[in-house]
C-alpha cells in the first residue's frame, strides 16, 4: 500500500485529494488527472478542454456551486453519502493554493473536507 503524501497532482479537478483516497492508496486508481478510463465526468473534460488544475482555476463561475457540472443531482447524493464538502475544497484551493491544500490534506489523511 501507497503511503499519504503531499502532491498536488494528486488533486481531483473537483477538489477531492485522491492522494488519500483507499483505491490509489491501494494501486487500484491512478488518480483523476491519470484516469483515462473517467471519460464519463464532465468536470474533468471541463478542466482538461479549459487547462485548469481544477475548478478552483474556473473563469466562468465566480461561484463554483453556480456550476451545473459541479453541483449537480449526482454530485448531491455523492456529497451527503460520504459527507464531502467540495465547495469547502474548491474554496480552500483559491485561499490557501495547491500546495498548501494537498500539505493539510495529506497531513489530516484526508480525501474531502467533511460537512
Known amino acids: ?3 499519504i503524501v503531499a502532491d498536488k497532482s ?3 479537478f473537483c477538489g477531492l485529494y485522491c492522494g488519500a483516497c483507499g483505491r490509489y492508496l491501494k ?10 478510463k473517467a471519460s464519463w465526468c464532465k468536470l474533468r473534460a471541463c478542466c482538461i478542454e479549459h487547462n485548469y488544475q481544477s475548478c478552483a482555476d474556473c473563469k466562468e463561475f465566480a461561484q463554483v456551486m453556480d456550476c451545473r457540472k459541479f453541483n449537480n443531482f449526482i454530485s448531491k447524493i455523492f456529497g ?3 459527507r464531502s464538502d ?3 475544497c474548491i474554496a480552500m484551493i483559491k ?13 489530516t489523511r484526508r480525501q474531502s473536507i467533511k460537512r
Request: aromatic letters at 8%; one cysteine or more; glycine letters at 8%.
Open 1 to 3: 500500500m501507497k503511503e
Open 10 to 12: 494528486l488533486i481531483a
Open 27 to 36: 494501486g487500484n486508481c491512478q488518480g483523476c488527472a491519470k484516469n483515462e
Open 80 to 82: 451527503l453519502v460520504f
Open 86 to 88: 467540495r465547495k469547502a
Open 95 to 107: 485561499k490557501s493554493g495547491y500546495d498548501s491544500y494537498a500539505r493539510e490534506m495529506a497531513r
